[in-house]
């Protein structure tokens, strides 16, 4: 196993992974970043961070599965719930790496809350195109399991201003959540001025919110795109295993500055789905969850290119 910053590059793209995590601190293209870059774990933004074995929140830090409940640490202590997975804390190995290409492993350990056995690996591969991530998740146990999944990297703007850049994600409907974070309903997003299919200018808005009903190609793919007016942007794309998005805005920089990274997640499942059950993958022994995602620079970055890799 080896603790170092992993370092890949292929043509325009360089990218940095971190076995911690198995996280992506950095993604450049033709050395401008992407991607806000991470300082590492343990990171309060989650920038890069791989969720699992579930993204986004478990309210209250406990769930029932199988009709036995479970309580989980609670890792987010202002609202006392357990928020983006395990996956992100723990030390991976490396078990293939060349210079475009880097895989890694771990197996989630049982603990209070977790009495499953849970297999992770990842693979990140740059090609002329940028870089994709894929995750496979596989129940090692003889027993059923809850899973879910995500991606929580923060898109930059490239060559000019948050406050200037367009955001485009082509979903129908915005879930609405309490003061806790816990999910509540959902509307339409031209009813809450949060329709972005057409693309929208960032400027001061605030959200932290999940999307779904999302437009796709006729892959089954999707992707959303923060650009620059008539510039350069950044365009993430997910395959069919993902139907909400979580989009973020804070209102800061870890370093105190302006804002300038936009979270966007795609997730297997909407938050709190360890409870509520909507979305969630229920993996039979030796079953496996494939997902993958896509991030790439481009100019024509309201195009409707596929977003398959």
Do not use: K
Not at 145 to 158: A, D, R, S
Not at 165 to 176: D, I, N, S, V
Not at 271 to 279: E, H, K, L, N
């Amino acid at each position: 196993m080896s603790a170092d910053l992993v370092q890949l590059r292929r043509g325009e793209y360089a990218c940095t992974v971190d076995p911690r995590g198995a996280t992506l601190r950095r993604l450049t293209h033709l050395g401008v970043d992407l991607v806000e870059p991470s300082p590492g774990v343990p990171d309060g933004a989650f920038r890069g961070a791989l969720l699992a074995p579930w993204p986004n929140r478990i309210g209250t830090a406990t769930y029932v599965f199988a009709g036995e409940q479970h309580r989980l640490p609670v890792s987010e202590p202002s609202r006392g719930h357990a928020l983006h997975g395990l996956a992100y804390a723990l030390a991976w190995t490396v078990l293939e790496e060349s210079s475009e290409r880097v895989r890694l492993g771990v197996r989630v350990p049982t603990q209070p809350g977790w009495p499953f056995r849970l297999g992770l690996v990842a693979d990140y591969a740059l090609d002329d195109e940028g870089l994709t991530v894929r995750l496979e998740a596989t129940n090692t146990g003889d027993s059923r399991l809850p899973y879910g999944c995500g991606f929580h990297p923060y898109l930059t703007c490239p060559g000019g201003s948050f406050h200037d850049a367009e955001l485009m994600l082509p979903a129908a409907t915005r879930l609405e959540t309490d003061e806790q974070m816990l999910l509540t309903g959902s509307v339409p997003v031209d009813e809450v001025g949060a329709d972005f299919r057409v693309p929208g200018v960032m400027g001061e808005r605030l959200l932290d919110h999940c999307f779904t009903d999302i437009g796709t190609d006729e892959h089954g793919d999707a992707a959303a795109v923060l650009r620059m007016p008539g510039r350069s942007g950044v365009r993430i794309g997910w395959g069919s295993w993902a139907g909400w998005v979580q989009v973020h805005t804070p209102a800061r920089s870890a370093s105190g500055e302006q804002r300038h990274g936009l979270a966007v997640e795609p997730m297997s499942c909407p938050p709190d789905a360890f409870r509520s059950g909507t979305g969630l993958v229920r993996l039979e022994p030796g079953e496996r969850h494939d997902a993958w995602w896509h991030l790439t620079a481009t100019l024509d970055a309201m195009s409707d290119r596929p977003a398959s890799p």
